[in-house]
């Protein structure tokens, strides 16, 4: 067995996802599930997600040799400080944080550095939907995980982290964790952004009966992230504030010259825009079935 006993500190849809898909894969002895609500957690019970379930996390890391924290990033301080000094003398600790910095300077400030046996980490998957209820098992396959491990990580930690999320189904890369917080201010938080600011704007209009009246499936399809947790994006948006500030202005500004473009009536450069764009798009969602397809045929060999 790969994993002799799992600690999942957050069984919602990440945690209970992990811990669903190393079952399936045969790849984890016993899953412990750690939260604070009642309910959830004997969900997870039932659904089999879980094995057995505390609210203490000192309890939870007990005998664990990996443990994954999938609390919001608000919470992660707290549950460091809650497992200290009752982690096992074998057990590693990962995150699926969606930012990075925030998450080493809690794990420094609660350990007084950065801990050997911690490798943070972020899954590229996901969807607008939250709790173990909507949890399952493929929600990582064929997925990028990002570990940004520093210079000091224990390499074994490392190691065994990257094992857990290929038995998962997912591909696993490297990155630091200032360049992890930058590309997902870019790909993920803005886009996020732009969604929930485009909803709010239009239901505070006056005319916003009529105007989500006419919306039809482009609308409901650009705005489906506007649907995902509002603390778990408040908690994100703290935590990469200043990259997602920095990429927020630079498509404040890239607004502006497509609004200026568009009042000048310039067709042509309007053109070149979508083109570009368009261009672009196609790539990435041929790129994805591309992955998706080479995984399919070899699932021993993930690139
Ligand atoms: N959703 C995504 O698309 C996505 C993708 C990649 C990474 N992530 C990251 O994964 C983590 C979990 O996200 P998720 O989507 O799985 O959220 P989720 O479904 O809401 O699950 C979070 C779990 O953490 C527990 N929790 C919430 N607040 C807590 C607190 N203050 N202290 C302790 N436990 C708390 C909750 O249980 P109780 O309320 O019972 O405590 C809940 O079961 C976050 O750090 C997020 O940034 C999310």
Redesign the pocket.
Known sequence: MMIRRLAI????????SLARALREAKAVGEVVGC???EA??RRAVELGVVDRYTHDVGEAVDGADMVF????????R??FAAMKGRLAEDAVVT?????KASVVADARAVFGGLPAWFVPG???????????E??FATLFHNRRVILTPSETTDKDATARVDAMWQSAGAEVCYMSVEHHDRVLAATSHLPHMLAFGLVDALARMEEQDEIFRYAAGGFRDFTRIAS??P??WR??CIANKDALGDMMEAFASEMRDLAETIRRGDGEHLLEIFERAKAARDAFVDGIGERAKRNDENPGTRS
């Open positions: 500190l957050g069984v919602g849809l990440i945690g209970g939260g604070r609500g959830n957690l924290l999938a609390v919001p990033l608000g919470a992660m707290g549950a995150d699926g944080g969606s930012a972020h899954p590229i998957a996901g969807t607008e939907r939250s709790g173990v909507s949890s995902s947790n603390r778990m908690d994100i």
